[in-house]
C-alpha cells in the first residue's frame, strides 16, 4: 500500500516539474499575443485554471463531506481539510487575478460579473468552513458539523450564481443558455492548447498538494496520539 | 402528522417562555431601531436617495435583529442541559428544527410588523406599491432566512464563541436569497412590473424548498452527539 | 505589462506560501517526534 502511494507521489511530482516549465513556457513565450488586450491577457491562462481548481476542490469537500456523514473516517475528514485549504489558496489566487485582469481590461478592480463574485462568496463559504473546523471537541463531532456545513455550501453554490445572473441581467430572468461569454467567440487553436495545458498542470499541483498536505496531517494526527500516549504513561 | 404536533409543542414551549419574559422581542425590536437611526445618520433621510435604499434596509434590519434572536434560540437551551433533555424526548430530532424554525419566525415576524413600519415613518417613507405583494415578497423571504439561520445556530451552538460564528456561517449562504429579495421589494415599492418580481419571488420559493428540505434531513447530524 | 507581472508575482507568492506552511507543519512535527524519542528514552 504505502509502496503504491509512494509512486503516486513521485509520478505526480515528476510529471509536475516539468509540465510546470512546460505550461510557462507556453503561457509566456509560445502562445500569441492577443491583439486588442496585449500582454495582460496572459493572466487569463493561469486564472481559469485556478478557478477551476477552486471549484473543483469544492466539488471534493463536498463529496468527502458526503462520505463523512454517511460512516464517520479520520482519513476523509482530513481529506476534507486540506482541500478546502488549497480552495481558499486557490480562490483567492482567483480573485486576485480576476482583479487585476478586470482593472487592465475593463479598467475597474471589481465589477459584479456573476463568475466573480460567485467565486467571492465561495471564498467567504470556504473560510466558514474552516472556521467550523477550527471548533473545539471531539475530532468526531467536528468531521459531523463540518460536513453538514460543506454539504450546504455545495447545495448553495449553485443558487448564487444563477442569483448573481439574474441580478445582472437586470430582471430578466436567464436561467440557461447564453451568457456574457467571456472569451469570445474564437479562440486561437495555441491559445486553447495553452489553457488546456495551464488547466492540466494547475491541476497535478493540486493533487500534489493535497497529497502532501493529507501526508502530513495524518502524520500529525498519529504523532498528537503517540503523544498523549506516552503522557499517560509518564503520569501513571 | 405526529411530527407536526411535536413541533408545535417544542414551538409553543418557546413562544410562551418568549411571552413571559418579552426580553428577546424587546431586545430585537430596540436593536432594528437603533439600526434604523444609524442608518439615518449615514444616509441623509432629507434626501432622495431615500428611495434606492428602503430595500436594502428592510431586509438588513430584519437579519441583524434576526441573528440576535437566531442566537439566543439554542444557546438558552445550553442552560440545565435542555437540549439533552429535548434528545431524549420520544420525538423525531427534526421536529425539534421545525419547532424552533416556526418559533424563530414567529418572532422575527412580529418584531418586523413593529420594526418596518417604524423605518418607513423614520425615513418618511410613503408607501405606494401593492402591500398584498409586499407581504408575501417579506414572508418568503424571512422564511428563508430562518430556516437556514435555525439550522446554522444548532450547528454554531456547539462551539465556544458561537454568537461570532453564527453571522460569518449565515451571511454568505444568505446572499443568494437577499438579492432575491431586495430586488423583489424594491420592485414592488417602486411599482413596477410585478411579473418581474413573481420571478425573483419563485426564486426564494425554490430556495426555501430546497433549503428545508435539506436543512431536515441534516438537523438529525447535527443533535447527534454535541 | 505590470499588470501581468503583478498576476504572476501574487500567484506564487501565494502557492509557495502555502508549500511554506505546509513545512512549517512538517518541521513541528519532526521536534515533536524528537521530543517523544526523547521520552522513550527516559523511560
Known amino acids: 500500500m504505502s509502496k503504491v502511494s509512494g509512486i503516486i507521489d513521485k509520478l505526480l511530482f515528476f510529471t509536475l516539474v516539468p509540465s510546470f516549465f512546460l505550461a510557462l513556457w507556453l503561457v509566456f513565450i509560445w502562445s500569441p499575443v492577443e491583439r486588442v488586450m496585449g500582454a495582460p491577457q496572459k493572466i487569463f491562462y493561469f486564472h481559469v485554471g485556478c478557478a477551476w481548481v477552486a471549484f473543483l476542490a469544492f466539488i471534493i469537500v463536498g463529496y468527502y463531506s458526503v462520505r463523512n456523514l454517511i460512516k464517520p473516517n479520520m482519513n476523509h475528514h482530513i481529506a476534507a481539510g486540506i482541500s478546502a485549504e488549497i480552495g481558499v489558496i486557490f480562490t483567492t489566487v482567483t480573485l486576485l487575478s480576476g482583479m487585476i485582469w478586470g482593472k487592465s481590461s475593463w479598467n475597474t478592480w471589481w465589477t459584479w460579473e456573476p463568475r466573480l463574485a460567485t467565486t467571492l462568496i465561495l471564498w467567504f463559504i470556504y473560510v466558514a468552513y474552516l472556521f467550523v473546523r477550527k471548533m473545539e471537541g471531539s475530532w468526531e463531532n467536528i468531521a459531523r458539523l463540518s460536513a453538514v456545513f460543506g454539504i450546504i455550501g455545495c447545495i448553495n453554490v449553485p443558487i448564487v450564481f444563477m442569483a448573481i445572473r439574474w441580478w445582472n441581467t437586470k430582471l430578466h430572468p436567464v436561467v440557461f443558455g447564453e451568457g456574457k461569454d467571456q472569451s469570445g467567440g474564437g479562440i486561437a487553436p495555441e491559445m486553447l492548447l495553452t489553457l488546456l495545458f495551464s488547466i492540466f498542470t494547475i491541476t497535478v499541483l493540486y493533487a500534489f498538494l493535497m497529497r502532501k498536505g493529507i501526508e502530513i496531517e495524518k502524520m500529525r494526527d498519529t504523532v498528537r496520539r503517540a503523544k498523549n500516549r506516552a503522557i499517560s504513561r509518564l503520569a501513571s | ?226 | 505589462m505590470t499588470y501581468l507581472f503583478m498576476t504572476y508575482t501574487i500567484i506564487w507568492a501565494l502557492i509557495s506560501g502555502y508549500v511554506l506552511i505546509l513545512g512549517k507543519r512538517q518541521k513541528q512535527l519532526q521536534k515533536e517526534i524528537k521530543l517523544l524519542e526523547e521520552w522513550n528514552t527516559e523511560q
Open chain 2, 1 to 226: 402528522m405526529s411530527i407536526l404536533i411535536d413541533a408545535w409543542t417544542i414551538a409553543w414551549k418557546d413562544l410562551s417562555n418568549e411571552l413571559k419574559t418579552k426580553q428577546t422581542i424587546g431586545m430585537m425590536v430596540i436593536f432594528s431601531s437603533l439600526v434604523i437611526l444609524v442608518f439615518s445618520f449615514a444616509f441623509d433621510p432629507t434626501n432622495n436617495m431615500v428611495k434606492a435604499v428602503i430595500p436594502g434596509l428592510v431586509w438588513l434590519i430584519t437579519i441583524f435583529s434576526g441573528i440576535l434572536g437566531l442566537n439566543r434560540s439554542f444557546l438558552s437551551e445550553h442552560e440545565n442541559d435542555c437540549l439533552t433533555g429535548l434528545r431524549s424526548a420520544p420525538i423525531d430530532p427534526s421536529s425539534i428544527y421545525l419547532g424552533k424554525v416556526l418559533a424563530n419566525f414567529i418572532v422575527v415576524t412580529v418584531v418586523q410588523v413593529i420594526s418596518i413600519p417604524v423605518l418607513f415613518i423614520l425615513f418618511d417613507y410613503r408607501f405606494l406599491g401593492a402591500i398584498l405583494w409586499f407581504m408575501l415578497i417579506v414572508i418568503v423571504g424571512t422564511f428563508g432566512f430562518i430556516i437556514v439561520g435555525t439550522f446554522l445556530a444548532a450547528l454554531a451552538a456547539n462551539a465556544k464563541n458561537s454568537e461570532m460564528l453564527l453571522p460569518v456561517l449565515l451571511l454568505p449562504l444568505l446572499s443568494p436569497l437577499m438579492i432575491a429579495a431586495v430586488q423583489g421589494t424594491r420592485i414592488v415599492l417602486e411599482n413596477q412590473d410585478i411579473s418581474d418580481a413573481i420571478s425573483w419571488l419563485q426564486l426564494m420559493a425554490a430556495y426555501d424548498l430546497l433549503f428545508l428540505a435539506a436543512c431536515f434531513f441534516l438537523f438529525e447530524f447535527i443533535m447527534e452527539g454535541s
